[in-house]
């Protein structure tokens, strides 16, 4: 699921080895969410639940449990690191050695309302060489680690636990939104070079750099797609629904995009008496709002200093990402190749689906596939070993 401020969406699928076979996929608006945080619960609950129901419904399948996708300000990443010396004599890394190690990593003196949602392994150093994904099994007498720790407020992860727990919705796991959207719309060699993933959502826009394969830096800015539609519906004095509804019919994101003499229809706020207001006007109502947001992320990538270390340019991705023309001014302002992302990591999904709007719960089930794939051969990896011993017993009583 993606727990979003304009909608909530799920995902369902069934995985067979490689093989990801998407049953259905759901969205409905959302309440209680303001800037991507629960602000209010019993909403929320209603909203995840009329998400849940549609699902049940379209797949028959009943639904008990799910991986939530969620974001908020309060989130960031923290990089770290740790050093151990392995204990064995023998010099040979155990898989004690890698937990002792990364115990190690996770430990950070946090704020008391902080606390820690995911931590994901960038590399291990094995004696000073470095780039090693998994040290178990290597010879060396010294180990490191290298970590990024996604943290967040224990309140907004509260919220979201007890919003589950009002509909009996047991939670597998929590993840921040922007590792979601990055399983299923950047490339490896993408996240090898260095690339930033830009995600607009109704209410935040995250801001994330991925290097060596996984992400470095992370900043989520209170603004998103209603941040325009807002100011369009002030302008044109409208409600909201008519403005949105303007914006993704007709909006583009600069005024030379736009046709002068096409004319929309704009209903007044009680939805009554419209009038005709060009293309044009709105393009430029529009385009002031694109221009901020664009400075907004350019500051969060001088911030970040990676603008030379960003080989793949950006990828925008988010249902705000859907306007016509916002990649192109973002790639004219910020000087970097900017691409739209859709969810094509997904094979075989249906073009209806394949909309950036998509990419984090899309995401959400590639990653859930592999989790599921590596947890297999975890237990293969068990029972080989069990098997050997038993036929290492069978030989002892021959
Ligand atoms: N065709 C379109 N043109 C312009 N904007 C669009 C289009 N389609 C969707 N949007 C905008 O995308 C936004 C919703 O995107 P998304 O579903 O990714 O947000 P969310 O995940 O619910 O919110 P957030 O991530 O901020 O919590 C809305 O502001 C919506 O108006
Ligand atoms: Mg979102």
């Known amino acids: 699921m993606d727990i979003g401020t304009s909608s909530i969406k799920a995902a369902m699928a069934e995985v067979h080895g490689q093989d990801v076979h998407l049953l259905g996929i759901t969205e409905v608006p959302s309440f209680g969410l303001r800037k991507g945080s629960i602000i209010d619960i019993e909403s929320t609950a209603k909203s995840i639940d009329n998400c849940l129901s549609e699902l049940e419904r379209l797949t028959g399948i009943e639904i008990y449990s799910a991986l939530l996708g969620f974001s908020g300000v309060s989130i960031s990443v923290v990089n770290n690191h740790a050093v151990i010396a392995v204990a064995n004599p023998t010099y040979e890394i155990t898989q004690e050695d890698k937990e002792r190690v990364l115990n190690s990593a996770r430990n950070l003196s946090l704020p008391l309302d902080k606390a820690i949602i995911q931590i994901i392994e960038r590399q291990y150093i094995v004696d000073n060489y470095d780039g090693v994904k998994d040290p178990v099994g290597m010879v060396g007498s010294r180990l490191e680690a290298e970590v990024s720790i996604v943290v967040g407020a224990i309140a907004a992860i509260q919220n979201l636990q007890r919003s589950a727990n009002r509909i009996n919705l047991h939670v597998d796991n929590l993840m921040y939104t922007a590792l979601l959207g990055a399983e299923s719309v950047l490339t490896p060699s993408e996240m090898e070079m260095g690339v930033v ?65 096409l004319m929309i229809n704009v209903h007044n706020i009680q939805g009554k008496d419209a009038r005709e207001v060009s293309q044009q006007v709105i393009a430029e109502i529009i385009s002031a709002r694109v221009i901020e947001m664009t400075e907004l992320i350019y500051a969060e990538l001088k911030q970040f200093q990676c603008l030379n270390r960003m080989p793949g340019g950006i990828v925008l991705t988010g249902g705000g990402a859907e306007l016509v023309g916002f990649a192109d001014i973002m790639e004219e302002y910020i000087s970097v190749p900017v691409r739209l992302g859709l969810p094509e990591n997904m094979k075989g999904l249906p073009t209806d689906f394949n909309r950036p709007q998509n990419a984090v719960v899309l995401g959400g089930i590639l990653y859930s596939a592999r989790q599921r794939a590596v947890k297999h051969e975890d237990t293969s990896r068990i029972f080989g070993l069990i098997d050997r011993i038993t036929y290492w017993l069978k030989d002892l009583f021959r």
Request: net charge negative; no cysteine; proline share 3%.
């Open 197 to 261: 993933l830009v995600d607009i959502g109704g209410g935040t826009t995250e801001v994330t750099h991925f290097e060596e394969g996984s992400v470095l830096q992370t900043s989520v800015l209170p603004i998103g797609g209603e941040y325009i539609t807002k100011d369009l519906a002030i302008v044109l004095r409208t409600s909201m629904e008519e403005a949105n509804r303007i914006k993704e019919r007709h909006g583009v994101a600069s005024p030379d995009m736009a046709k002068s003499d």
